[in-house]
């Protein structure tokens, strides 16, 4: 069940305060929606709250933390009554090659990354089953379409996120509930700032990392505003994507390695097929 267009929603943000996140809470306010905006800090958000005259509520929330999660999404329900756009944003960023990233960085960052999004999943799917109505967006990243040198955790994190919004998309279609996995590309969201851990650099790795610097030197951020119109046209659509990747550089780079993984997988064809040669046909 979709909600028209022009119809005023309820939005759930988590990571709200700034960046994407700060971003879709102002392109639904500005289309006339209702937002409950969560973040570990909201501050950020105190002078919007107060201009937004009631259509906002924002309080503090640590994803992690999932027992917090479910007590945050019943207070989220109680604030308008319901809930129709979960906006699952919260995250940071982890630099750093396999062999340097610390056991404490990576339960860290997959803490927020990968299990705060779940419980926040998982809180959410009653009260969208229940109202036979709503659609889950979790952002993902267009790195969760496959591992790169120096950022291998934070897109296991992602690409683990798009498994369980398979899934979900699967579980919650017979109630109504839409699932979506967006996938941005690069947006000036200050996520290099604020949200980024960097693991202790090895010595061997400092060829390969002068290279990757080198490679994405000349590359461009874009406009977290033009990312935010694009979503509200997602949620606005009575059949959505499950996946859909944000940004034409982002959606050539997937495109690219989605081809040549598939053209690698093609030229090893006969061998894998030798691994059930002996079935029965």
Do not use: C
């Not at 759930?12 to 006339?32: P, Y």
């Not at 590359?219 to 990747?245: F, M, N, Y």
Request: hydrophobic content about 45%; overall charge negative.
């Amino acid at each position: 069940m979709s909600i028209p267009s022009g119809t005023s929603r309820t939005w759930f943000v988590t990571g709200g305060s700034r960046g994407l996140g700060r971003a879709f809470v102002e392109e639904a306010l500005a289309g006339g929606d209702r937002v409950v905006a969560v973040a570990r800090d909201v501050s950020p958000l105190d002078a919007l709250v107060r201009d937004a005259a009631g259509d906002l509520v924002a309080f503090e929330l640590d994803v992690s933390d999932r027992a917090a999660v479910v007590r945050g999404v019943g207070r989220a329900v109680a604030a308008f009554g319901r809930l129709d756009v979960v906006v699952n944003n919260a995250g940071g960023s982890m630099l750093g090659f396999v062999e340097e990233v610390s056991e404490e960085q990576a339960r860290t960052h997959l803490d927020t990354n990968l299990f705060g999004a779940l419980w926040v999943a998982q809180a959410v799917a009653p009260h969208l089953r229940e109202q036979g109505s709503g659609h889950l967006v979790t952002i993902g990243s267009m790195g969760s379409a496959g591992g790169f040198a120096g950022t291998g955790l934070y897109a296991a994190g992602k690409a683990a996120l798009g498994a369980i919004s398979d899934a979900l998309a699967m579980e919650l279609a017979g109630f109504g509930v839409h699932v979506t996995l967006v996938g941005p590309g690069g947006y000036v969201t200050g996520l290099f700032d604020q949200g980024l851990a960097v693991a202790d650099p090895l010595p061997a790795y400092d060829a390969l990392r002068t290279r990757l610097q080198e490679m994405w030197a000349d590359s461009e951020d874009h406009d977290v505003a033009d990312a935010a119109h694009v979503l509200r046209e997602v949620v606005e659509l009575s059949d959505p994507p499950r996946r859909i990747i944000l940004g034409g550089d982002a959606f050539d780079m997937v495109e690219q390695l989605e081809r040549s993984r598939w053209a690698e997988y093609a030229q090893w064809e006969a061998l894998s097929r030798r691994a059930d040669a002996s079935s029965p046909v």
